[in-house]
């Protein structure tokens, strides 16, 4: 069975860094680029980062770049995602993705996706 | 950025009814779109990619259709699993985006 586990949400100040980690089980990790995608809690999707499945090439929404580093380490099956100097409006519930759509190089197929991470940004 | 744009944004129906979901987006993305379905509480699921490509494991009464700006999803017969948020999503350009989703109530 396909598992994704985020974990690593919680409450932070503004300004402050968080690091959220997608553990993954039931396929071969490598072979699949990954997503994060955030939702403000009964609000819109709002697709945040994607990632090869080399971890070569990665792509950020604009409202992230040079804030927010998307990584993964296969060796270990996991997904990172590393937010730095952390808005208000970063507050939401972060979901990892598998990418299922091909050939590779290509996104936007998130299947299946993880329970989800609350982040929220507050003083 | 390419804006997706839903309708309507809610829509009261009865199981065993037929509904139609509409996403238009504001450019061209050929037959790059894709289907979300939420429960409360709940991740996303993978309804249709492709434009109209059903996932596997998603009941046949899901369907999808469209190119370009214009797209529908069809439930051909509600089931009382399928009272939701629905939500499509473009692939054609980064950013990825989503619509604003269609809430399907009994």
């Known amino acids: 069975e396909v598992q994704l586990l985020e974990s690593g949400g919680g409450l932070i100040q503004p300004g402050g860094s968080l690091r959220l980690s997608c553990a993954v089980s039931?396929?071969?990790?490598?072979?699949?680029?990954m997503d994060w995608v955030r939702q403000v809690p009964d609000k819109g999707l709002e697709w945040v980062s994607s990632?090869?499945?080399?971890?070569?090439?990665?792509y950020y929404v604009d409202s992230v770049k040079g804030r927010f580093t998307i990584s993964r380490d296969n060796s270990k099956n996991t997904l990172y995602l590393q937010m730095n100097s952390l808005r208000a409006e970063d507050t939401a519930i972060y979901y990892c993705?598998?990418?299922?759509?091909?050939?590779?190089?290509?996104?936007?197929?998130?299947?299946?996706w993880g329970q989800g991470t609350l982040v929220t940004v507050s003083s | 950025d390419i804006q997706m744009t839903q309708s309507p944004s809610s829509v009261s129906a009865s199981v065993g009814d037929r509904v139609t979901f509409t996403c238009r987006a504001s450019?061209?993305?050929?037959?790059?779109l894709a289907w979300y379905l939420q429960k409360p509480g709940k991740a996303p699921k993978l309804l249709i990619y492709?434009?109209?490509s059903l996932q596997s494991g998603v009941p046949s009464r899901f369907s999808g259709s469209g190119s370009g700006t214009d797209f529908t999803l069809t439930i051909s017969s509600l089931q009382p699993e399928d009272f939701a948020t629905y939500f499509c999503?473009?692939?054609?350009?980064?950013?990825?985006?989503f619509g604003q989703g269609t809430r399907l109530e009994i």
């Open positions: 993705a598998r990418d299922i759509r091909r050939p590779s190089g290509n996104y936007g197929w998130f299947d299946p």
């Open positions: 039931g396929f071969i990790f490598y072979n699949y680029a």
């Open positions: 990632i090869s499945a080399s971890g070569a090439s990665t």
């Open positions: 450019q061209d993305i050929s037959t790059l």
């Open positions: 492709d434009a109209s």
């Open positions: 999503l473009q692939a054609k350009t980064f950013p990825i985006t």
